[in-house]
């Protein structure tokens, strides 16, 4: 057998490791980095940093991923995802026997905390079930953006017996803000979704947060949406990326 | 000026501290350490643990906050915990100003991550937009009992593309799942409110999250809720106490 470890590695500052996850990754032999996109040489160097400051003691491969290709333009998103998810599935299980020998162990690094908005999970789900598994697995919580940016903002995310949704970008756009939350997180948002809101209230957003690069702005939505589509806009420009997330808050009447 | 952290210390495994809440934790001179009810002792044992294995570098003292009485009776909780969160807020105000010399450091640990279900962040900026605040402070963030659920049931607490509620006990009692949301979350729940659940969810529970005495149980709803009920009253007899947190998911059509 086989020993796989999903490790939450933080939002982007490696002091957000826990002493968990630290422990785990001295276990581990093979080291799986999966990045994509324009982001892709800056976070592989930052995970990269992860292991040599804290994967002492042992030596260690990494093994770059290809990420497989996802068609973004499928106006079914689900299905894209899903479909993209299916070919992931299949080069994941591949990687597992092929790279890790038999009594070792490997380990995926997800960003944030690997239950939010990440594939691994699913697909590891998957794979154990299968027939003969050829691996076990563990998973290692670590702190999300969503956390980072609360903390950096200073604000609590739920009101006093209140309820918080965690949504997309997409959804927001859709769906409008969930009824009965005062608070709305949203991630995945390519699109500044929150320009479509028009409710009245606050927001609290951050992006390449945990980073030296990070931004903050908070403020009523009306009055800052401008301020943070031209920062969002000129950051993304300047470094060929953006990372971001926020937070809606519903104002109380007074 | 007197600075105060609030460091989220996690769920209960001392494990779960982060390399930025080590560093905090090592500029500290004054810990407060704010307990109540029947866990008081042992979770207060937890904290003194914590502080005794990372806060290393210098000496520091640890102030033990009684905590103001709520009327747990009122049927009005926002009200009920409003007016304890205004004692609390006077209660603090006074430690910072008497406890912590000037020029010192003093903190508050915070089980889980300080931005859920917690009031020290509400209070503080209370306190700090009052016309002389004496103090400025920072939160570091730390895992909550959500990741450790979902960490150790091995799940992850979104669908693709989907989105997240986190409510409380009380909520899902009165307004039922909420609608739209696949994946739910509930904390704070003392009257097991998913035995009040009509929907067919998937149920994923777990108390004493990270420690020693950590259960895990994991079904169909309809099939697992009275064992459910079982194995919780005969933990909390046997403790005193019990924290215990869930995941409601809904099931998929095949």
């Known amino acids: 057998m086989r020993k796989v470890f999903v490790i939450g590695i933080g939002a982007g500052d490696p002091d957000h490791l826990t002493v968990q996850a630290i422990k785990a990754l001295n276990e581990v032999d093979v080291f799986f980095v999966v990045d994509k996109g324009d982001e ?33 333009t499928d106006p079914a998103y689900g299905d894209a995802v899903r479909s993209w ?4 599935t299949e080069q994941y299980a591949e990687l597992i026997e092929h790279e890790i020998d038999d009594g070792k162990c490997g380990a995926f690094l997800a960003w944030g905390d690997p239950s939010l908005y990440d594939s691994i999970l699913r697909i590891l789900c998957e794979l154990a079930s299968r027939s003969t598994p050829v691996f076990e697995y563990e998973v290692v ?5 969503v956390q980072v940016l ?6 609590p995310l739920n009101e006093i017996a209140g309820s918080v949704a965690i949504t997309t970008g997409r959804r927001l756009a859709s769906s409008g803000l969930p009824e009965d939350f005062d608070h709305v997180v949203v991630m995945l948002d390519g699109n500044c979704a929150f320009t479509t809101v028009t409710d009245d209230v606050d927001i609290y957003w951050g992006a390449y947060l945990g980073t030296d690069d990070e931004i903050l702005v ?7 949406q401008s301020d943070i ?3 969002r806009q000129r950051a993304r420009d300047a470094k060929g990326w953006i990372m971001d997330t926020y937070v809606l808050r519903r104002r109380r009447l007074p």
């Open 141 to 145: 919580p670590g702190i999300s953006s």
């Open 229 to 231: 589509q031209r920062r």
């Open 218 to 224: 908070s403020g009523r939505l009306r009055d800052v």
């Open 150 to 155: 609360a903390a950096k903002h200073r604000i």
């Open 40 to 72: 892709k040489a800056e976070l592989a160097a930052v995970r990269k940093e992860i292991c040599r400051r804290y994967a002492t003691a042992k030596p260690y491969r990494i093994v770059e991923v290809d990420d497989p290709a996802r068609d973004r």
């Open 85 to 88: 998810h299916d070919a992931r």
